[in-house]
């Protein structure tokens, strides 16, 4: 198993003008451990939706990568969302599932990808053609080349260690957060609009 936060670094080395997206509890934290861009959107809450927010960022901004960082127990909920990425095709979505095989925020129970259930056949199945599973730390760095790279939504499992790692934690404030993104990708003047 992968350390997550090694190969979350890995994967946002030279990300350019990259949106990222991270889901409920463990990616978050990673990816503040990482560093805090204004590129960022870390979602603190509404599990299951981190995919959707990256769709909808990847529609509205169709010439930079969106990147979603979910873990296994997110994904599971919003499962459903893989089918309306299929079907819309967003040539700019990739979605990286950190999957421990755990639920971290809730006291480190069993998910189902401990007992079988394979994330990346969930999505190829539903119409995402570019979905893999990566075991191996060589891998990482192929999967940083293809989020580049890649012309079509694109699905990777992340095997990841369920070692809890300390905390990192970035700013709790929606409004913050969401107005800080704005700026970033509209400037000053546009971001203000109503």
Known sequence: MLNRREALRTLLQERGEMIV???LGSPTYDL???GDESLDFPLWGAMGGAAMVGLGLALAQ???P???VTGDGEMLMGIGSLATIAAKQPPNL????LDNERFGETGQQRTHTAMGV?????ARGCGIEHSLTLRETAQVATLREQLHTTQAPLFAVVKVSSEELPRVLPARDGSYLTHRLRMALL???RATEA
């Open 62 to 64: 169709p010439n930079r």
């Open 187 to 189: 400037g000053p003047a």
């Open 32 to 34: 503040a451990a990482c």
């Open 94 to 97: 990739r979605i990286v599932v």
């Open 21 to 23: 997206v991270s889901g």
């Open 66 to 68: 969106v990147l979603v």
């Open 118 to 122: 394979d994330l990346a056949a969930v």
